[in-house]
């Protein structure tokens, strides 16, 4: 018995079509929505940054040997870069020459001075005697000066000190000579010698002047034995451009900086209109070495209404800072600078 099916199929043909212009429109409607109501901000140029600590070098001198690399995570107190430190020994023995001659003059000052004072005529009164504080003060002056320099003889030129050393020997031959006190003539004999009173403020000075010798003395040495360079902090590596092995390096020098994995964070520029898309607090997704992840707005720098702003007018770059939040334990080395996309879902 033949059973005919061609009304059957004709019905599946006719409702299979409805069905698959209703999925269609269904798709639409869905591709619609989300377009409208689900966008996406993209912000490209994204970089990896936090606060910055930096290594430097305690003394002026040469780098033998640079330790670490550019991205490596070191620890505090682990050896960054070796160097050789210019401070000689005979530049130690000067500043102990200095302390010693410090001392030997606030010795002096507090022994007190005697002088050999003419009787006064009996028609006129003498003049008060004149001692001279003033060239004292000078030598505690010049000398406390010549010590910083030679405490960092890199930053000022050998004719200079060799000024100051002059300057400081003239002192030193005029304080050592009390000023003769003025008395009218003709003067009878000459009556006992009295001590001239200890004046506070010069042996304060002179106090100081001895302490600030020392100083210099112990930073100095310090310094001559400092040839490893330490991390200050535990933080990724970020070698300066100009550093390598034998270059010349002054005092306070930055050597390396530091980035601290625990206080970083990624940040982006974006116009003011964008901005106007963000808020604090909202989730962006981005990826960093082939991780996708996941942070929040952290802060929102506007230079119109930052501090930085006229820095930021003066450089025509009216740009919002966004910075981003990076989650913490992360399985891969954070390097600063670091680039990645960001995205941020916005609504309608």
Not at 94 to 120: R, W
Not at 132 to 158: F, G, I, T, W
């Amino acid at each position: 018995m033949e059973v005919d099916i061609t009304n059957k199929a004709n019905k599946i043909i006719r409702y299979g079509l409805i069905g698959l212009v209703l999925l269609a429109l269904i798709v639409s409607t869905g591709v619609y929505f989300y377009q409208h109501h689900n966008k996406t901000l993209t912000i490209y140029d994204a970089q990896v940054t936090g606060d910055i600590v930096q290594a430097k070098a305690k003394s002026p001198g040469k780098i033998t040997e640079i330790v670490v690399s550019d991205g490596d995570h070191v620890e505090a107190g682990d050896v960054i870069a070796r160097m050789e430190s210019s401070i000689t020994d005979e530049q130690i023995q000067q500043l102990e020459q200095n302390v010693k001659l410090a001392q030997q003059s606030l010795e002096q000052l507090k022994k007190g001075a005697t002088m050999t004072l003419p009787a006064a005529p009996q028609t006129q009164a003498p003049s008060a005697p004149s001692y001279s504080a003033s060239a004292q003060r000078e030598v505690a002056r010049l000398r406390a000066k010549l010590a910083a320099m030679q405490a960092n003889p890199d930053a000022y030129a050998r004719k200079e000190i060799q000024s100051v050393q002059a300057e400081l020997n003239a002192a030193q031959a005029a304080a050592s000579v009390p000023a003769t006190p003025s008395v009218p003539a003709p003067s009878p004999a000459p009556t006992a010698a009295p001590t001239v009173p200890q004046n506070p403020d010069i042996i304060k000075q002179a106090e100081m002047q001895v302490q600030v010798a020392q100083a210099a003395l112990d930073n100095a040495k310090e310094a001559q034995q400092a040839t490893d360079i330490l991390a200050p902090t535990a933080g990724t590596v970020m070698l300066i451009d100009d550093i390598a092995e034998g270059a010349e390096v002054k005092a306070d020098q930055v050597v390396v900086n530091l980035m601290d994995p625990e206080n970083a964070w990624v940040e982006a520029k974006v116009t003011p209109e964008q901005a106007k898309s963000i808020r604090l607090g909202q989730f962006a997704a981005y990826e960093l070495d082939k991780h996708k992840l996941q942070g929040s707005v952290k802060d929102i720098v506007d230079p119109s209404n930052d501090e930085s702003g006229e820095q930021a007018d003066a450089d025509g770059d009216s740009r919002v800072t966004v910075r981003i939040s990076l989650p913490s334990g992360l399985s891969f080395t954070l390097k600063p600078g670091m680039t990645t996309t960001l995205k941020f879902a916005i609504g309608g």
